[in-house]
T-cell receptor
Framework: NAGVTQTPKFQVLKTGQSMTLQCAQD?????MSWYRQDPGMGLRLIHY???????DQGEVPNGYNVSRSTTEDFPLRLLSAAPSQTSVYFC???????????FGPGTRLTVL | GQQLNQSPQSMFIQEGEDVSMNCTSS?????WLWYKQDPGEGPVLLIA?????ELTSNGRLTAQFGITRKDSFLNISASIPSDVGIYFC?????????FGTGTSLTVIP
């Protein structure tokens, strides 16, 4: 099992560019989520999904879109990157209704 | 969202010392979770607590669910260099996880 994988590991964007952060899991988990981690602020939930075809907003959804067409994949899209989106992004998955989330290694994004 | 305040924000300790950190909330919780994030990696769940007053251990780690249900404590005994990292408390409200601001631990050999 690879667990939760994220690509790319690092990315630099210019303001206004778009990109997609990829996340995949091979544990057949129903629940998947995206967080951003900023210094002194912990991890904040951006979007989450409880199954294929179902997504919902978390604490800080503005500027981000998600979709869940398969159980395995949960991409995060930035349509028009802003410097305020400079952060480390983590994807996580878990069995629905459980507390053990498995996190990916993170994507460090810089927006200039 | 939920406000989870962790203290201290950072700790520098000598190897072998015991460590204590806590997390407080403005709301009553039904679950307290403690995660550890190693440098450059994603967080990993250490301990989950489900009942007020509950005391749970995982090796050298012990966590307690506060009686008021608004706080939780994590203790690490006889610290070692690999304990270095950021420790987060978290709550699961059903489908949304809220994380605290984290306590950064540095262990000096």
């Amino acid at each position: 099992n690879a667990g939760v994988t994220q690509t790319p590991k690092f990315q630099v964007l210019k303001t206004g560019q778009s990109m997609t952060l990829q996340c995949a899991q091979d544990m057949n988990h129903e629940y998947m989520s995206w967080y951003r981690q900023d210094p002194g602020m912990g991890l904040r939930l951006i979007h989450y999904s409880v199954g294929a075809g179902i997504t919902d907003q978390g604490e800080v959804p503005n500027g981000y879109n998600v979709s869940r067409s398969t159980t395995e994949d949960f991409p995060l899209r930035l349509l028009s990157a802003a410097p305020s989106q400079t952060s480390v992004y983590f994807c996580a998955s878990s069995r629905l209704g459980t507390d053990t989330q498995y996190f990916g290694p993170g994507t460090r994004l810089t927006v200039l | 969202g939920q406000q989870l305040n962790q203290s201290p924000q950072s700790m520098f300790i000598q190897e072998g010392e015991d460590v204590s950190m806590n997390c407080t909330s403005s709301s009553i919780f039904n679950t307290w979770l403690w995660y550890k994030q190693d440098p450059g990696e994603g967080p990993v769940l250490l301990i989950a607590l489900y009942k007020a007053g509950e005391l749970t251990s995982n090796g050298r780690l012990t966590a307690q669910f506060g009686i008021t249900r608004k706080d939780s404590f994590l203790n690490i005994s006889a610290s070692i260099p690999s304990d270095v990292g950021i420790y987060f408390c978290a709550e699961n409200t059903g489908n949304q996880f809220y994380f605290g601001t984290g306590t950064s631990l540095t262990v000096i050999p």
